[in-house]
């Protein structure tokens, strides 16, 4: 069943279009994230979803409720602020129960269920101290435990991790995934940080200048994008553009020929990219692939990538074992597949 | 070396603060327990007699301390609902309209306090815009009397407060993130009680600060009671300053300056322990429960 449906959606400021008619829709239990870079509209689709926001056009149901109109303290939504936005005045008890509070649960219902949360976040010791005394990860909990201690009916997090250090930030991803599947949770999770959309999602959704640009899982998304955006943002691109040859080989503009991973239409002038890790550097040979020369290798410990120049540009491939050693400046070639994209993406 | 300097910075405003301030302190306080002769001479001898005189006196405690101190709490707690209102309007407006607004608030204390004083008689009088609009609508027949009675007096001071009150709770609502009332609207909020759950609690030391500096000025009104109260309301200031000119007895005016002073610090330290207390217990209470 679909826990929220976004229904042609657009939301304007003055002139500026911030999203142009979204559509989407979100499975129950689902982890959604929404991946774009920073103006992209992510954020404020979540508000809009949330009712921080109100949409110029468009309808949002939550649990197959039209709660569009609905102010955003009657939807029952749990949301996680990227600063946490706890409130500096009262303890992390307080913080968790307010909620619970302004629904006029029991005092006794209220203690048993904020120490639920607190314990599911591992802070059930720190109920009393004030957030001040807390460190960035233990308020990041507090802010997860106050918007799940009301069993929402979709969790809605805004960049929670971004002002996390990055160790901590690799924990809570851990920690917040599992969460999620404990509980069953719908939720959307808008980030900037393509890796930790790809490591935590069950469907990621890219965006770009208000619109969706592709949904699909994380293995889609990376290997499949459909766009150059897409294919570019969601990790190291090589693009390659020319002309299809014989429905499967790309000719480039000096010659070279790049075999193509999916079929493309025959003398379509299409664009196809390679990540780092598709390709194998080799010696030169006849066989008309891609010719760069070896600039360098750049060690970061777990592995290594080289640095080869391709014409004017300045392209990374992934180092393998068994690679043999290549001398700075020695000729090499490219061995890879390269993906289509555009033309010859809606041709498959 | 740094320490040296550093204390070597504090010696202009020490020294400052010491001969026009605490010694002329010191210097009322000793008078205060003199006495003068019929014909103003000072008796240098110690004596209480002026403090029997004034904590005896009905006069002296219903007609001038009680009435200086509970006018003054009256126009603070005016002054500080009226500031707060206006603070967060400030704060709420467009970022590019809030120097406009603060300049609006400032712009009062570019007047002298004579002329504003002067100013309201005229709006209060008789015949005044107030007194005119009142009739022309009908709410009153005939002009009512604003002037030269306690409201006068209030009025006065509460204009005189207000924009002390308005800076003082516009510094802190200022620091308090807006998102922090979003969060509380998530969790089911409606606008206004996410606001007295978190804004207000928040906003508590700029309410403390603007209501002792409210408390502070109005105690101590000097002008506008002579000129709103037409002599008809006496303040403690006011009396003080009678009583060294024109009875020529400095020792009391002294001594009505001093028992101001101590009720003024009692109740400010009262009043700072009472909200500090309240706002401190509220987590406490609630994580017992």
Known sequence: MQQIRIAGVSKRFDDYLALDRVTLDVEGGEFLSILGPSGCGKSTLLRIIAGLEMPSDGDVHIAGKRVTGDPVWKREIGFVFQNFALWPHLSVFRNVSMGLELRKVSKAEID???????????????????????????????????????????????????ALDKNLRQDMQVELKSLQRTLG????????????????????????????????????????????????????ACFFHGIVEGGNVLRLADGAAVPLAAPAPTGARIAAFVRPEWIKLETPSNGGAPAGVFERLIYFGQSSDYLVRLGDRQIRVKHRDGDRVFANGEAVALNCKAWPLAAGAQAL | M?????????????????????VPLIWVVGLSFMSSDGTGKLVTDFTLGNYTRFLTDAYYLDALLWRTVRLAAIATLFSVVIGYFGALAIV??????????????????????????????????????????????????????????????????????????????????????????????????????????????????????????????????????????????????????????????????ATIGVILLVVTMAMLALYQWAVRSMTRARPVLATAG
Not at chain 2, 11 to 17: G, K, W
Not at chain 2, 215 to 241: C, D, H, T
């Open chain 2, 2 to 22: 740094i320490g040296r300097s550093k204390t070597l910075l504090l010696v202009p405003s020490v020294s400052i603060l010491a001969a026009f301030f605490v």
């Open chain 1, 185 to 236: 949770l719908t939720s959307i999770f808008v980030t900037h940080d393509q890796e930790e959309a790809l490591s935590l999602s069950d469907r990621v959704v890219v965006m770009n200048k208000g619109v969706i640009e592709q949904v699909g899982t994380p293995q889609e998304i990376y290997s499949t994008p459909r766009t150059e955006y897409v294919a570019g943002f969601v990790g190291e």
């Open chain 1, 112 to 162: 048993t269920r904020v120490r639920e949360a607190l314990r599911l976040v591992q802070l059930d010791a720190l109920a009393n101290r004030l957030p001040a005394q807390l460190s960035g990860g233990q308020q990041q909990r507090v802010a997860l435990a106050r918007a799940v201690v009301l069993k929402p009916k979709v969790l809605l997090l805004d960049e929670p991790l971004s």
């Open chain 2, 92 to 253: 709420r407006s467009a970022p590019s309209w809030q120097p406009w607004l603060i300049l609006l608030v400032m712009l009062p204390l570019w007047v002298n306090l004579v002329v504003r004083t002067l100013s309201l008689m005229v709006v209060l009088g008789r015949t005044g815009p107030v007194n005119q609009f009142l009739v022309w609508t009908g709410i009153a027949d005939r002009p009512i009397p604003l002037l030269f009675n306690e409201t006068a007096v209030l009025i006065g001071m509460v204009q005189v407060a207000v924009p002390f009150v308005v800076m003082s709770i516009y510094g802190v609502l200022q620091s308090i993130p807006r998102q922090l009332e979003h969060a509380a609207m998530t969790v089911g909020a409606t606008p206004l009680s996410a606001f007295r759950r978190v804004t207000l609690p928040l906003s508590m030391p700029g309410i403390l600060a603007g209501s002792v500096l409210a408390f502070g000025i109005n105690v101590e009104s000097f002008v506008v009671p002579i000129l709103l109260g037409g002599g008809r309301v006496r303040f403690m200031s006011v009396a003080a300053y009678e009583t060294a000119t024109v009875s020529n007895n400095l020792p009391f005016a």
